[in-house]
């Protein structure tokens, strides 16, 4: 019988939580740096891309920072992020 580690691999999708935090009337203070922190993350998503290394990768799509990881987007693509996982674990 094969066993198998498996690691569990949070997920997080950040649009929806800054909206999640933005809604809550005691946050309103809040509003202008998670816009910042948003286009920041941007920035940031738009340089891992340019890097192209695959953990790093691999985290941006943890977060929904790439469109194909957004399960909200029509780009949504569970399978590139199946592959990316499996490419990530074989290289440990």
Excluded at 21 to 32: D, E, F, H, K, S
Excluded at 68 to 73: F, G, Q, R
Aim: glycine letters at 2%.
């Amino acid at each position: 019988m094969k066993t198998e580690k498996q690691r569990l691999n949070w997920r997080c999708h950040t649009t929806r939580l800054f909206e999640e935090i933005l809604v809550n009337p005691g946050c309103a203070m809040l509003q202008q740096p998670l816009i910042i922190l948003r286009s920041l993350l941007a920035e940031v998503a738009q340089r891992c891309i340019e890097i192209n290394d695959d953990k790093l990768n691999l985290l941006m799509l943890r977060l929904t920072l790439y469109e194909c990881a957004d399960p909200l987007s029509e780009n949504y693509d569970p399978d590139a992020i199946r592959q990316l996982e499996e490419k990530c674990e074989a290289l440990k």
